[in-house]
């Protein structure tokens, strides 16, 4: 969860069907000789990049916050990635990949002579090391807090206390890795291009006692020195040293196995606060920083710094709670849907990039459909609607958060204001519920005690599932609704392997969703990236899996 999102109920993940048919060996001829390097600008050189916060820890299975996501991305390696700029799979530690015709067994031709940074061999006995690591996780390893991917993907661990959707990892000979699921699944191979699946070295995961957790379900412990001290993959960047509060420093792996990193090294600077990101660019102290406030992107362009926009794969939304009345009348919630003037909102307070949502997913993803229903601003219609409706008490409790900035939702509070003018116009009487973001906020909504309240998601992966599956494939107290025709639809969509198929069961669900309307979809955003005029090559991901082997500084 790069962007901080709410816990969600656990589900297994769906990915590109087109996976199953298996990548290339390209990627294996794209090597260099040893300490040559590729890219647009001058080889070497220290690159600073202001982050938010600290790592929470440098091991993938652990973490779901992009702080320490994008720091491990530079040090590890997953079997298959996201193409840059993009989220179709690509190979990455493996070559390519076929599917059992049943859909059970998945077999990985692994690199070859690719070292982790400790000297030690990747091959299929470390795959599988791995796999086996996070599948026998036990005690506080098993909470949302800290393993959330695996158990997002695979569901549950050995114990069998939930059943898990990883069978078995075998290594028939080192360049071949063998991961046998228990149930067919279109949804697998998308899953694996998650950070938290990172390939670690064996050999220092249990030198360095990376299993050492302690604390609590909610306040984890990581006591063991991995994450911390020696981080070991098989990245374009090896770990040099940590000063939490000060930098972490990563230097380049000049014996990569791959095209060497351009940059020296790479020094991740903590500043929580969003305007001293700002000035320390401006100064110089740094040369790149993300989560741009909106309002400093106009400064900054004028300033002559480079404004780099992330593909929109976000969606902010009003989410209804059909459990609370008068929000089980259908007619309500189109009154409500045709009130909200949606299009003034992002014109008025959101950054270039921006646009309306018409549904609660991105158009960049397959099974976005053209044809949802569509609920234009139309004040007279809505109060038509609310005369048709029968309901007399038209007073709803709106919650909105509080010390919170989020990608689709970078000022709730006026937000917030502008729906409740737009509310009360045609007739409502809105009662204002605030809250901070991770001390009652989340909580009220997740348990369902909000009426209409502010949300949104940014996706983790590129498949529907992430999305829509999340928000919709099964009973949840935030919408309070059961809805066995769309729980069915999505269900089926997402165990569906052909990829055409899939696209049209997802433009129907689309339909169905915006049909039965259980919120409003209001807005995508492309998040911004600000750095120096001389940095040269960065790609933003749509789900933040962004390298800086290939960044350079002219």
């Known amino acids: 969860m790069r962007q901080g999102k709410k816990w969600v109920a656990l589900a297994l993940v769906s990915a590109l069907a087109v996976a199953a048919c298996g990548g290339d060996d390209e990627s294996s001829d794209d090597t260099t000789a040893p300490g040559e390097t590729t890219g647009g600008g001058e080889a070497g050189g220290t690159l600073v990049f202001g982050t938010s916060s600290d790592p929470v820890v440098l091991d993938g299975a652990y973490v779901s916050d992009g702080e320490s996501l994008r720091v491990i991305d530079q040090l590890f390696e997953t079997l298959v990635t996201t193409e840059p700029g993009g989220t179709a799979v690509e190979p990455l530690l493996a070559k390519s990949w076929t599917a059992s015709d049943d859909g059970l067994v998945w077999t990985f031709d692994l690199q070859t002579g690719v070292k982790f940074h400790d000297g030690t061999d990747f091959n299929a006995e470390a795959v599988c090391f791995n796999f086996n690591r996070w599948y026998n996780f036990t005690g506080v390893a098993q909470s949302a807090a800290v393993s959330y991917y695996w158990s997002t993907v695979f569901g549950g661990f050995s114990d069998g206390a939930v ?42 995961l249990t030198t360095y006692e990376a299993d050492k957790v302690g604390g609590t379900d909610d306040a984890p412990t990581f006591d063991g020195t991995f994450g911390t001290e020696h981080p070991v993959g098989t990245g374009p960047f090896v770990f040099e040293s940590w000063t939490p509060g000060d930098k972490l420093t990563i230097a380049r792996n000049d014996n990569y196995w791959g095209t060497k990193a351009m940059l020296d090294k790479v020094i991740f600077k903590p500043i929580a606060d ?30 002559g710094y480079q404004i780099l926009l992330r593909p929109a794969f976000n969606v902010g939304y009003v989410g209804f709670n059909q459990a609370k009345a008068p929000l089980d009348n259908p007619k309500i919630r189109e009154a409500i849907a045709y009130a909200l003037n949606r299009e003034a909102l992002v014109t008025a307070k959101y950054p270039e990039g921006a646009e309306v949502a018409s549904q609660f997913m991105p158009p960049e993803l397959f099974g976005w459909s053209a044809d949802v229903p569509q609920y234009g601003y139309d004040p007279e219609k809505a109060k038509a609607l609310i005369a048709e409706s029968g309901v007399t008490d038209l007073t709803i409790e709106f919650y909105y958060p509080s010390d919170v900035s989020r990608p689709y939702m970078p000022d709730p509070t006026a937000n917030f204001e502008a729906f409740r003018a737009d509310l009360e116009a045609v007739g409502f009487t809105i009662e204002p519920k605030t809250a901070p973001w991770r001390s009652g906020y989340l909580d009220d909504v997740d348990a369902g005690n909000a009426e209409i309240y502010l949300l949104g998601w940014t996706g983790d992966y590129g498949d529907p599932d992430n999305f829509i599956g999340t928000f919709f494939r099964s009973e949840q107290a935030a919408w309070g609704f059961n809805n066995q025709e769309i729980f069915d639809a999505l269900t089926t969509a997402r165990d569906t392997a052909d990829l055409a198929e899939r696209t049209a069961l997802y433009e129907e669900a689309n339909k169905l969703i915006m049909e039965f ?38």
């Open 163 to 204: 059943p898990s959707l990883y069978e078995s990892c075998d290594a028939p000979d080192p360049a071949t890795a063998v991961i046998t699921l228990t149930a067919p699944s279109a949804a697998f191979l998308s899953g694996l291009a998650v950070s938290a699946f990172v390939i670690a070295s064996p050999e220092a």
């Open 274 to 303: 969003g305007p001293a990101r700002r000035t320390a660019l401006e100064t110089g102290e740094i040369q790149g920083y993300d989560l741009v406030d909106p309002a400093d992107v106009a400064a900054l362009e004028e300033g």
């Open 517 to 554: 309307l259980p919120g409003v979809p209001y807005v995508h955003t492309q998040p911004a990236l600000a750095f120096a005029p001389n940095v040269k090559g960065y790609i933003p991901s749509p789900v933040s899996l962004e390298s800086f082997a290939v960044v350079s500084m002219s």
